[in-house]
């Protein structure tokens, strides 16, 4: 009697590993990552110098008669990725009572940007800029731009 209950209990047992290994069987299962099309051309490689380029998030940004006029912290681009536009971060004290402003990317003057110390020229006066309205998000971006240079953006 003990020897056919060990029988039935190993069939029974058997039985349930069969029924979810079918279930299992039956479950979607995790594809592999796709192999990588031996046919796509190799991505394109630039090498710039580091004294040919540098980031300008967080620059300083003066006025041509050496102004502090804030830092850059954002950049604007339009639909066709080209660079609009900059935001900085103008006035305040560390961070204390300053606000956001837009200003045309064609405003802004390179120089040496080689060290943290470099800094940014824009082609406007501080009154100018604490004039602009405050940059804010999703409300429609109102850009200061030096005499003459601003394009609208068109819409599509």
Not at 33 to 43: C, F, I, S, V
Not at 57 to 69: A, C, F, I, Q, W
Not at 103 to 119: E, I, K, S, T
């Amino acid at each position: 009697m003990r020897c056919r209950a060990s029988v039935i209990l190993l069939a029974a047992a058997l039985a349930s590993f069969n029924g979810a290994r079918s279930y299992a069987a039956d479950e979607p299962q995790a594809k592999p990552p796709a192999a990588t099309d031996e046919h796509a051309p190799p991505p394109s490689v630039t090498i710039i110098g580091p004294k040919d380029a540098h980031g300008v998030l967080g620059k300083d940004v003066r006025s041509p008669t050496n102004e502090d006029m804030g830092r850059i912290v954002d950049v604007i681009v339009d639909r066709t990725g080209t660079v609009r536009a900059a935001v900085i971060d103008f006035g305040g004290f560390l961070g204390v009572g300053s606000r956001k402003i837009v200003v045309d990317w064609n405003a802004l003057h390179f120089g040496r940007l080689g060290n943290n110390a470099d800094a940014i020229t824009l082609e406007l006066t501080k009154a100018q800029v604490a004039a602009a309205p405050e940059y804010k998000e999703d409300k429609p971006i109102v850009v200061l731009g030096a005499a003459g240079n601003l394009q609208p953006l068109e819409d599509h």
